[in-house]
Every structure is written in C-alpha cells, then in structure tokens.
C-alpha cells in the first residue's frame, strides 16, 4: 500500500531565505502527487499538483515542486519565503492501489524567522 | 457564501452527548469527503460520499454517522464519543473524475 513520508515535522527558515520541504512516497507506479497548504484556523488549499509530464511543476505563491521518480519523491521548493508563507504544509500521493483517493503525509511546519 | 462552509468552527461535548457536524459546498460538486485531523500525524479519511451514496469507509466506529441528503450538504452524527476523538474534523468536496479536492475550514471538537 502506499504512504507518505515528510522526514521534517518543523522547518525554521529567515524571511527571504530558499526552503525546501521534503516528501518521499513508497511506491512508483504511476502516481499522481499534490502538495496543499493549511494556514492557521483555516482549510486546506491546493498548492500544486502533478500528474503527468513535466517533472517540475510551478504552483501558487512562488511554490515549484520537482517529481523524481528515481528517489521517489516530490520536494516542495521556494526561493525566498516571506512571513506569509508561515503554514503547514502537506504532500499526498494517489493512485491505484489506493483507489486514487489520496494518502497524506503528516505534515511540515514552515516557521518562517524575520 | 463561496466554497466549503462548516458549522460549528469549534464544539466542546461530553462523552454522553449527541451533536453534528454540518458541511456544505457551493462549488457545484458531487463527491463529498469526511477527515479527521490530529496533531503530528496524517488526514485520516473517514467516509466518502459519490453522487450522494457511500463509496468509502474507512473502519471508522459507529459512533460516527455520516449522512448525505443531496451532493451539496454532508453530515456527522456524533454520539457517546471517547476523548480520543477529540479533533479538527474537515469536510472537502470534489467533481467525481477531477483530482482536486477542496476543503472546508474545519470543526475543532473536544470531548471531555
């Protein structure tokens, strides 16, 4: 069955730094993988997704994520946060074998530092 | 009202108690989704609603009891709860046959 790794629960980063938030999946076939964001008190919101294609997708809010199916995973990237990007931050992967509902991972707190 | 709407935003309740949980979409929609959300570990999906039927549940306990009376509205019966239960419970929706799920902002339930 497939899941979901995010190895960082916290990442700190100064405002303007580059970040990266990490998510890896356990299986290669065929997936289709998302990152959403959650802000405080709020839902969860679409950040990017991949399905097919190019491997390096371009989201919302200056977010690029790069599907490599040879490590099986799919970083989350930005080249300079701001302190409105502080969220939490969720990578899920669907496919077959999950009957393309989505398997999500626990989570990555972005804590941005001014 | 635009998107995904959930009342109530927060629900204290004693083990006892009967309550519900209310989600409605605008956004046209016909899959409906219940999750639960706790603290340092992954959405659990609870139940799916697909054109108003039941498609997915997930071991959930009967002291959960979803009801979908048409595809824009979802509910959560809720009875003789456990403290453990205590969560954010977020509602989504979706088009059946699209990727993208959209959520509402979440009910914080606690039980005592």
């Known amino acids: 069955a497939q899941s979901v790794t995010q190895l960082d629960s916290q990442v700190p980063v100064f405002e303007e730094a580059p970040v990266e938030l990490r998510c890896n999946y356990s299986s290669s076939v065929s997936v289709y993988l998302f990152w959403y964001v959650q802000y405080p008190n709020q839902g969860l919101q679409l950040l990017l997704k991949y399905l097919s294609g190019s491997t390096l997708v371009k989201g919302i809010n200056g977010f690029e994520a790069e599907f490599n199916k040879s490590q099986t995973s799919f970083h989350l990237r930005k080249p300079s946060v701001h302190i409105s990007d502080t969220a939490e931050y969720f990578c899920a992967v669907s496919d077959q074998s999950s009957n393309y509902q989505l398997i999500w991972g626990a989570g990555t707190k972005l804590i941005i530092k001014p | 009202e635009t998107g995904v709407t959930q009342t109530p935003r927060h629900l204290v309740m004693g083990m006892t108690n009967k309550k519900s949980l209310k989600c409605e979409q605008h956004?046209?929609?016909?899959?409906m989704y219940w999750y639960k959300q706790s603290a340092k570990k992954p959405l659990e999906l609870m139940f799916v609603y697909s054109l108003e039927e039941r498609v997915e549940n997930n071991s959930v306990p009967s002291r959960f009891s979803p009801e979908c009376p048409n595809s824009s509205h979802l509910f959560l019966h809720l009875h003789t709860l456990q403290p453990e239960d205590s969560a954010l419970y977020l509602c989504?929706?979706?088009?059946?046959?699209?990727?993208?799920?959209?959520f509402g902002p979440g009910t914080r339930l606690t039980v005592l």
């Open positions: 989504a929706s979706s088009q059946v046959g699209t990727d993208t799920q959209y």
């Open positions: 956004l046209g929609h016909n899959a």
